[in-house]
Nanobody, 126 residues
């Protein structure tokens, strides 16, 4: 079973930047659609961004468009989330998720993704 491990979270001031990384231990990473979700206390999981297995298709939640960028490096079995101009409302636990899918299909729904990491905390202070 492949495993996903997130890193890069932390405490940052409003307007600052963070880069999250998600590393996969498996050999099938290049066949996965990948996504970043987040969950704030008392809230449901919310999709942040997603990327197809080739990287040619991406999706962003309206709340992060223009500020966040998702990318992947299949040679390194890694997906990244560059977060700029961070706001206090971006504070949450951020999760990496994966779904084997060799198409350009992506999904906003958490149930579509079958492999999840443990999460990394992002806190944006005002």
């Amino acid at each position: 079973q492949d495993q996903l491990v997130e890193s890069g979270g932390g405490l940052v001031q409003t307007g600052g930047s963070l880069r999250l990384s998600c590393a996969s231990s498996g050999r099938a990473f290049s066949s996965y659609a990948m996504a970043w979700f987040r969950q704030a206390p008392g809230e449901e999981h919310e999709i942040v961004a997603a990327i197809s297995w080739t990287g040619s298709t991406t999706y962003y939640a309206n709340s992060v468009k223009g500020r966040f960028t998702i990318s992947r490096d299949n040679a390194r079995n890694a997906v990244y989330l560059q977060m700029n101009t961070l706001k206090p409302e971006d504070s949450a636990v951020y999760y990496c998720a994966a779904e084997p899918n060799r198409s350009q299909q992506l999904s906003e729904g958490r149930n579509w993704y079958t492999l999840w990491g443990q999460g990394t905390q992002v806190t944006v202070s005002s």
